[in-house]
């Protein structure tokens, strides 16, 4: 009877919720500093979902992180986030993305 039973739960696992495959996610993504040196942007080429541009923005105790809005993402047409540093006079130290599925 034990074989029996845990070859009926090994045959359910798979079928439980979350055991499903990986969802794909946004792909092939960039991001780097805008031409006016205080933003930043990001974009995926292809994948479902949606992305964000970060800035790393400089503050007087340091730094701070930044983030545009999420900007779904469409294979062939250019969806592009841009984030704003809010001290325009100041460069951002650094660019990167965030991304989340559809």
Wanted: glycine share 10%; proline share 8%; hydrophobic share 40%.
């Amino acid at each position: 009877m034990a074989l029996v039973t845990a070859a009926t739960v090994a045959a359910l696992v798979p079928l439980a919720p979350g055991t499903a495959l990986a969802e794909p996610v946004p792909s092939g993504c960039r991001s780097g500093f805008y031409y006016q040196n205080y933003k930043t942007w990001a974009s995926c080429a292809s994948g479902p979902g949606y992305v964000r541009a970060i800035a790393t923005c400089p503050t007087s105790s340091g730094s701070t992180k930044v983030y545009g809005p999420w900007v779904w993402v469409q294979s062939g047409i250019a969806g592009q986030s841009v984030a704003t540093c809010p001290n325009h006079s100041r460069k951002a130290l650094a660019h990167s993305w965030g991304i989340k599925k559809y």
